[in-house]
């Protein structure tokens, strides 16, 4: 049996400070939709969600 231990602050770290993702995060949710009028709105990633939105 073998047991993996990573220090959570640690990778969180690295995440943040990698380059690769320096333009995927988003920090803030936010409300996208598919025309000026607000017909639809487009659901693909959780900070457009209503989850996100409710929480912010």
Known sequence: MHFYYRDPLECVKLLF?????????????YKLYTSIEH??????????????????
């Open 39 to 56: 017909d639809a709105r487009v659901y693909t990633e959780w900070m457009r969600s209503d989850g996100a939105w409710e929480r912010r």
């Open 17 to 29: 400070n990698n380059p690769f993702f320096a333009d995927k995060m988003e920090y803030a949710p």
